[in-house]
């Protein structure tokens, strides 16, 4: 009999598998549950960026690209990003092609992450960069952020928190599961603390299409001295609806870059040849579209934000991605209680603030990627639930 | 054009409430709006969208095409009117192509409507020809599937 415990890495046992996978499994058995907890969009990919898919599998693309990815992408990729945050990267040797914004941040870890490095990791936050920092060897070090902050990272707690030992600072924003944003002033003063010093930030911006009202997303690499200590992970899947298509990127100083090409083309080789196809054409014709999903999100934002308000929820106004961040504390219950009682009594499922973080705590993620007529019948459930207790 | 329209358009028994924090404006200023679109006639009415095929209603559609003969200055107008005016008929449409009206007719049988077809619409002065075809099935209606709720496919892989 094999001891396969001995056989696992220390570091890999160390991660824990996530806490509320059993919350899902349960919702998942009921019958006639409303969930607002899914974190990808409900729309399909667009039409024309399907079909340039489809036309590159007619003619016969079918085989790897380049380590890098397709070049004609990696030109459209550059015009993009200057078009967008006027920063300019060679696609040449500042751009690579990723399996979805995931493999880049996994690829930026173990390509600048040594043993005992530390990693400084906002929270509430998506939850990968944790796990990813314990298996390079790094120390993630997390910085809590607060509601009255709207949830940004302040350069006071970033200051507090850098050691000798910091290498890396995670810079999750627009932030899931928030919908909290940096905007250029608190960027510059994020900045301000990270000049002259060598600590890297990567930015993931895989929501950064995504903001409402006037606020336009800000790079970190087009604030003054950033562009050199940036690593920014981006990526289709929330921008264009193309979840699973499984297809991002990543750009930063081409030392980096290289690193990072040469894990990924020992570990993955190159990203999937008909994404990036349809990739090619998003970023050329797609721009409507993700005005049209834009809007239609904001729209749900307005009315899932109005009716949490009116049940009696505190809500910070997020003003990015696509999750609403509600208060539960008024109830007396931690997110996990209230999150199982609202399952089990309205047949509702969200997702605890926790499984994000401590700093989650008394919080709840609300996801708006659901119809308005779906929304409104959870927010009815909700409604009968807080009047119930 | 007016985002008020179309949220009604979607779903018009979306309260007041709803309109007014969907798109951001108080909610007095919607009712007037809607006020004033239903007295310019923009708003022409309210209808529910039903799948009659779940109900024990007896109902059926026909769509008829019809070839008619314009009249000097006044074309399709006289026509048009006249067969508007028959209850069985739910809509008519001009048409580019060929046929000229479409006319959309609710009756409780095919042979309701057949004999509607002979006895009224065939025999008006400019109707030269006319070719109904029966709905068996709607899938599809004013934007909503009939059929069946659309399955979300999606699962809480991670957060």
Redesign the interface.
């Known amino acids: 009999m094999i001891d396969y415990q001995s056989i696992l890495t220390k570091r890999i046992k160390e991660v824990k598998p996530?806490g509320?996978r059993r919350f899902?499994d349960i919702a998942n058995e009921m019958d006639d549950v409303i969930s607002l907890?899914?974190?990808?969009p409900?729309f399909y990919t667009p039409w024309h960026i399907r079909d340039a898919g489809i036309k590159s599998l007619e003619m016969g693309k079918t085989h790897y690209t380049s380590n890098k990815g397709l070049n004609d992408l990696r030109e459209e990729i550059s015009k993009y990003m200057y078009r967008r945050n006027e920063i300019s990267y060679s696609p040449e040797d500042q751009i690579l092609i990723t399996v979805g914004g995931s493999e880049a941040i996994d690829l930026c870890i173990r390509s600048v992450i040594d043993y005992g490095d530390e990693v400084l990791i906002p929270e509430p936050s998506?939850?990968?960069y944790n796990p990813i920092t314990v298996l390079a060897g790094g120390i993630p070090v997390t910085i809590e952020t607060k509601v009255e902050d709207n949830f940004r990272l302040t350069a006071d707690a970033l200051r507090k928190a850098i050691t000798p030992k910091t290498k890396l600072l995670i810079l999750p924003y627009p932030n899931?599961?928030t919908g909290g944003v940096m905007r250029r002033e608190h960027l510059q003063e994020i900045a301000e603390v990270l000049r002259g010093t060598n600590i890297m930030v990567l930015s993931d911006e895989i929501y950064g299409e995504l903001t409402y009202g006037d606020v336009r997303h800000v790079s970190i690499a087009s604030i003054e001295d950033m562009y050199e200590r940036t690593i920014v992970v981006n990526g289709f899947s929330k921008t264009y609806a193309m979840t699973g298509w499984r297809l991002g990127f990543v750009c930063g100083p081409k030392e980096i870059m290289s690193a990072m090409t040469k894990l990924h083309q020992y570990a993955i080789m190159s990203a999937p040849t008909t994404a990036q196809f349809a990739a090619i054409e998003a970023l050329k014709n797609g721009d409507d579209d993700i005005e049209m999903m834009k809007s239609e999100y904001d729209?749900?934002r307005?009315?899932i934000?109005?009716?949490f308000k009116r049940i009696g929820f505190e809500c910070f106004e997020p003003e990015g991605a696509f999750y609403t961040f509600p208060s539960i504390k008024q109830t007396g219950m931690d997110s996990e209680q209230f999150c199982e009682k609202l399952l089990y009594s309205q047949r509702v499922a969200l997702?605890p603030g926790t499984?994000?973080g401590d700093s989650g705590q008394g919080f709840v993620?609300v996801s708006y990627?659901y119809s308005?007529?779906h929304i409104?019948e959870a927010l009815d459930r909700i409604e009968t639930f807080i009047k119930q207790l | 054009m007016d985002k008020l329209l179309e949220?009604l358009n979607?779903?018009a028994r979306?309260t007041n409430?709803?309109l007014s924090?969907?798109?951001?404006e108080p909610k007095e200023d919607i009712e007037k709006r809607i006020k004033k679109y239903e007295k310019q006639g923009v708003i022409k009415g309210y209808k529910t969208i039903i799948n009659w095929e779940m109900t024990d209603f007896e109902r059926l559609t026909a769509i008829i095409e019809l070839k008619v003969s314009p009249k000097k200055n006044i074309g399709f107008e006289e026509i048009a009117e006249t067969v508007m005016r028959f209850d069985e008929v739910e809509s008519v449409y001009l048409m580019s192509g060929g046929y000229d009206l479409m006319v959309m007719v609710t009756g409780k049988s095919f042979q309701e409507i057949a004999m509607f077809v002979a006895k009224r619409l065939a025999p008006l002065d400019s109707v030269l020809s006319t070719a109904t075809h029966f709905l068996l099935s709607r899938y599809k209606q004013d934007g909503v599937i009939l059929h069946g709720e659309p399955v979300?496919e999606?699962?809480?892989i991670?957060?």
């Open positions: 996530s509320i899902f907890s899914i974190g990808e409900d998506f939850v990968c899931n599961p729209k749900r307005r009315l934000l109005d009716g997702v499984a994000f993620r990627c308005t007529k409104l | 949220l979607e779903n979306y409430a709803q924090a969907m798109l951001g979300d999606r699962r809480n991670l957060l």
